[in-house]
């Protein structure tokens, strides 16, 4: 008896294991993964990470190096647009000495901070739900090291932001445009820890206008001399990468609105250093590199800018010659306000908010 229920029992067993397959319930698919949010467009990881990506605005002559987004310059950048609530970027500064400022949301005072070492950085965390804009600026110039941004990270989605009709701006300059010493005091010596290019006058004015800027500038370049340390003079760096970078720099097919000439500086230095360095080969060399701006740049406005550590009349005269030689009204003086109160007689933080403002409303007035 018990050898035919054996068979029975199996076979019971096996059709209900047949009606179970039978009845269960399919998977459900997964929700299709949302292609806006907010009324901007989704983007994916893979794109915001090519560096290429138009939802991802870049300041300055940043470049890519095995797929790795390099910031040398003062005051090169980038801005994402997410929804979540954290953000971090993956980046390895070259040098300890290296610091940078960020931006959340639009807020105009930034938080300064210090690179260090190769990691994640959390760029925001804790922010309520919803979208969200961060801004990273490199606030040490590229004289003091580079960095590479290997890959950026948010708990939530990329987003491609609205496409804006904004004013290019480049600024060309030295120590004063990239912020060096505005955090120090008379007496102090300028370092990297009292500068920051994200509240020089350059920057300001980019930022109060909200444009699209780059600043070619580090300390202690003249326009076609160099003086101590520095090898390389401005006819030189204007066609880099960067000062430490050689390699030759791609001009954008869509070229600047305004270019801001503050030079001038470091050349006085020069003459003062040299007798035979005079007004006039001055002003051929200021002439030669408005030639070379205006070169990449053909239909921009060109302001000269100076004074902002006082005025030399030899440099004053020779940058108007400079301009009057060139019988074109799109090419102006402005001397900006003089304020030497930071490190090594640098303009100081309310200097530079100053010498910025006073820019802005210049630019206002022309654009």
């Given at each position: 008896m018990k050898k035919k229920l054996f068979p029975i029992i199996a076979l019971v067993f096996s059709c209900g294991l047949l009606f179970a397959g039978c009845n269960k319930t399919p998977d459900t698919p997964p929700p299709d993964e949302p292609t806006s949010i907010e009324?901007?467009?989704?983007?994916?990881?893979?794109?915001?990470?090519?560096?290429?990506?138009?939802?991802?605005?870049?300041?300055?002559?940043t470049y890519l190096l095995k797929n790795e987004l390099c910031l040398d310059n003062a005051a090169t950048g980038f801005e994402a647009t997410f929804y979540g609530t954290r953000f971090e970027a993956e980046m390895t500064p070259m040098t300890d000495a290296l610091y940078y400022r960020v931006f959340v949301d639009g807020d105009e005072e930034g938080t300064k901070k210090h690179f260090l070492g190769n990691r994640s950085y959390v760029l925001a965390k804790d922010l309520e739900e919803g979208v969200h804009t961060i801004r990273l600026v490199k606030s040490t110039s590229s004289q003091n090291g580079v960095v590479h941004v290997t890959k950026l990270k948010t708990d939530g989605k990329f987003l491609r932001p609205e496409k804006k009709d904004r004013v290019r701006i480049e600024f060309v300059g030295?120590?004063?445009?990239?912020?060096?010493?505005?955090?120090?005091?008379?007496?102090?010596?300028c370092?990297?820890?009292?500068?920051?290019?994200?509240?020089?006058?350059?920057?300001?004015a980019a930022q109060a206008l909200d444009a699209d800027y780059s600043i070619v500038a580090t300390e202690g370049i003249?326009?076609?001399?160099?003086?101590?340390?520095?090898?390389?003079?401005?006819m030189e760096m204007y066609e880099q990468l960067s000062s430490v970078t050689t390699g030759k720099y791609s001009y954008p097919e869509e070229t600047h609105d305004v270019v801001v000439i503050g030079l001038g500086t470091n050349d006085g230095y020069a003459m003062s250093g040299d007798s035979t360095y005079t007004q006039e080969l001055f002003a051929e060399d200021y002439g030669a590199l408005i030639d070379l701006v205006r070169s990449k740049n053909p239909h921009a406005?060109?302001?000269?800018?100076?004074?902002?550590?006082?005025?030399?009349?030899?440099?004053e005269n020779g940058i108007k010659a400079a301009i009057?030689?060139?019988?074109?009204?799109?090419?102006?003086?402005?001397?900006?306000?003089?304020?030497?109160?930071?490190?090594?007689?640098?303009?100081?933080?309310?200097?530079?908010?100053?010498?910025?403002?006073?820019?802005l409303a210049y630019l206002n007035e022309i654009l």
């Open positions: 009324g901007l467009e989704v983007v994916s990881d893979e794109e915001i990470n090519t560096f290429e990506s138009d939802a991802l605005r870049l300041f300055g002559r030295d120590s004063i445009t990239v912020g060096a010493g505005l955090y120090g005091k008379a007496g102090d010596p370092a990297v820890e009292n500068s920051d290019a994200a509240k020089c006058y350059a920057y300001l003249c326009v076609k001399k160099t003086i101590g340390w520095l090898t390389i003079n401005m406005k060109i302001v000269c800018v100076y004074g902002m550590m006082g005025v030399n009349s030899s440099i009057e030689g060139k019988n074109d009204e799109r090419i102006t003086y402005l001397r900006l306000p003089t304020e030497q109160k930071g490190a090594d007689t640098h303009p100081s933080l309310e200097g530079a908010k100053q010498q910025g403002e006073v820019l």
